[in-house]
């Protein structure tokens, strides 16, 4: 038994409201938490460490919550403190 035209119409609006909703948490995944990990790392690192701010790349993903990063710091003077070409990060 198929549901017919009017039953579609009338979940048509909560079918794109969740689509929406999947569009924004997807969004804010991708392009804001990368972002805001970022400004933050660099912020501690400036501030607590008193190293030189990382050049870090973050991504993140929202659908598997994992995120990889590479990242270099050095200190104040130029030496190497630490660097990684890949760190992994996943839920356990």
């Known amino acids: 038994m198929s ?3 009017s039953r579609l119409r009338a ?3 909560w ?8 569009l924004l948490y997807a969004l804010a995944g991708f ?3 990368p972002h805001l990990a970022r400004r933050h ?4 690192v400036e501030r607590d460490l008193g190293a030189e701010s990382p050049s870090a790349k973050i991504r993140f993903n929202p659908f ?4 990889r990063s590479a990242s270099s710091l050095s200190e ?3 030496s190497p403190m630490l660097s990684f070409g ?3 990060m996943a839920r356990a």
């Open 3 to 5: 549901p017919g035209p």
């Open 11 to 13: 979940a048509a609006p």
């Open 15 to 22: 079918l794109l409201g969740l689509a929406g909703l999947l």
């Open 31 to 33: 392009l804001l938490v």
């Open 41 to 44: 790392i660099v912020d501690y």
């Open 64 to 67: 598997t919550l994992n995120a």
């Open 76 to 78: 104040t003077d130029g």
């Open 86 to 88: 890949r760190l992994r």
